[in-house]
């Protein structure tokens, strides 16, 4: 027996959920009806965490302001659905790769194919993170929907001691993991509709609240203006488009003129947006971003006083 298979087996996420009894006996109608049906459930689970993922976020915002990272740490499903979120950081918010990482039990092979061994091992775990030197401005977020791996509690153990603040992400209460966090957040998806399956209604719920931790922090660092990614970086046609068309809605000017812009601060869509809403120089503007650190409304405030 697999050590730590009676605490596994007692956990919400490993119990047989009565609404998909005899599944392998219904349509595909069916079956997609009984899925869909079980996922409706997951954004009300989430709903019940939303205060633990605001004070998330808030830690998240204030150690980044102060130039530190968000490190996230996971296994399986959960390591790569961290690690989609990271890479997602960059092209969506214009961040530096580094401030935003991933670590995954197995290291990046173990995103196309199953290492899942790995997560049994605590000195793994802290390999891992002590090879990003976690320290007090990071915020190391652990992934599980168990609660219980020993390679992501014990990173996190490990960034603790190093002074990183923590946050753990896991759908069952009372587990290691939301213990060895600052703040825990607990979505209690309950049973799967492939009993164990966390890929499903736990997924999900990761998926839901790692977007709403990354997008909240980097929304109040002022990298969105109104509900706008400002800080798109136009890198191929779709995104220069996408770059036009932000300044066009944020500014109110014709299509021609926001390209026109766009050219003249060097690609930039912040630059661009403050050029136009405070009618300053591109460079004046650019100066203006580097002194609020890129928040971009406040630096059409400061730009409107000059």
Do not use: W
């Not at 409706?40 to 004070?55: C, D, E, N, S």
């Not at 609660?147 to 209460?173: L, S």
């Not at 601060?265 to 009618?279: F, K």
């Amino acid at each position: 027996m697999r050590k730590g298979s009676k605490t596994l087996s007692g956990l919400a996420t490993e119990q047989l959920n009565p609404a998909s009894a005899e599944l392998d006996r219904k349509s595909a109608l069916e079956i997609a009806r009984v899925i869909n049906a079980e996922d409706t459930k997951v954004a009300a689970a989430v709903k019940q965490a939303l205060p633990k993922i605001a004070a998330a976020i808030d830690l998240i915002a204030d150690s980044l302001r102060k130039g530190g990272r968000l490190i996230y740490v996971g296994t399986g499903t959960s390591g790569r659905i961290a690690a989609l979120d990271a890479v997602e950081c960059p092209p969506t918010f214009g961040t530096d790769p580094r401030t935003v990482q991933f670590i995954i039990a197995g290291g990046p092979k173990a995103l196309a194919a199953a290492v899942e061994s790995n997560e049994d091992s605590r000195k793994l775990g802290e390999r891992a993170i002590a090879e990003m030197k976690p320290g007090k401005k990071d915020v190391v977020v652990g992934i599980a929907a168990s609660g219980r791996t020993p390679f992501t509690i014990a990173a996190m153990r490990y960034a603790r001691r190093k002074g990183a603040k923590t946050v753990a992400v896991v759908c069952n209460p009372n587990s290691a993991l939301e213990k060895a966090a600052h703040i825990g957040i607990v979505i209690n998806t309950g049973s799967e509709v492939i009993s164990g399956s966390t890929r499903m209604k736990a997924g999900t719920a990761q998926k839901l609240v790692l977007n709403m931790l990354s997008s909240g922090a980097f929304t109040r660092l002022g990298y969105v203006y109104g509900n706008l990614m400002v800080n798109v970086r136009p890198k191929n046609v779709k995104l220069a488009a996408r770059g036009v068309t932000i300044l066009q809605e944020a500014a109110g000017v014709s299509k021609s003129q926001a390209r026109k812009t766009l050219d003249a601060a060097g690609g930039s869509v912040p630059i661009a947006l403050v050029t136009l809403q405070a009618r300053v120089s591109p460079n004046e503007a650019e100066r203006i971003l580097k002194s609020v650190d890129g928040h971009v409304r406040q630096a059409i405030a400061l730009a409107r006083k000059r």
